[in-house]
């Protein structure tokens, strides 16, 4: 017999319960939005997505259900500098590109080799390296032509 493809549901459910956790309706709904999106929303984002399919939702209960699917491995959480966090429903190896302008996280393809890994612990000689944060900076599309029309416009002015 052919497998099924998995729904959202049952990823959900089997991440959840190899957590220790309960499936519920709320958290259903978030990872159901995060799964869905492309944007690296922040907590207040998704908050204000759910609120239509589930309105007796919390921001509070939003928050940690994020942070409970960071823990079973169904999302990942990109914190700033500044405090701030997104959040990434996407959890295959991919590296992250933040515009300088507007804050927007473009997703890009690419991912550092294990032996490239492996080869910085010989390096160090002792570090023992068990991830690595890596982010690109720059301007998304919008910005970048929003930039080239002020440059033009200061050209001609
Ligand atoms: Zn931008
Ligand atoms: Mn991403």
Do not use: W
Not at 70 to 83: E, I, M, N, P, S
Not at 101 to 130: K, Y
Request: aromatic share 8%.
């Amino acid at each position: 017999m052919a497998t099924q493809p998995r729904s959202t549901d049952d990823i959900l459910r089997e991440a959840l319960e190899a957590n220790g956790q309960r499936f519920t309706e709320q958290r259903a709904a978030v990872y159901h939005f995060l799964a869905s999106t492309r944007s690296h929303p922040t907590a207040d984002e998704v908050y204000l997505q759910v609120r239509s399919a589930v309105p007796v939702i919390s921001l509070a209960t939003v928050y940690k259900s994020l942070e409970t699917l960071v823990g079973c491995g169904l999302a990942v959480k990109l914190t700033y500098g500044d405090g701030s966090a997104r959040y990434d429903g996407r959890t295959d190896p991919h590296h992250h590109a933040r515009c300088l302008s507007c804050s927007r996280i473009v997703d890009l393809p690419g991912q550092v080799p294990a032996e490239e890994i492996e080869e910085l612990h010989e390096d160090t000689g002792s570090f023992q390296v068990t991830g690595y944060r890596l982010e690109f900076t720059g301007y998304c599309a919008d910005c970048a032509a929003e930039r080239r029309g002020a440059s033009e416009a200061m050209a001609h002015g």
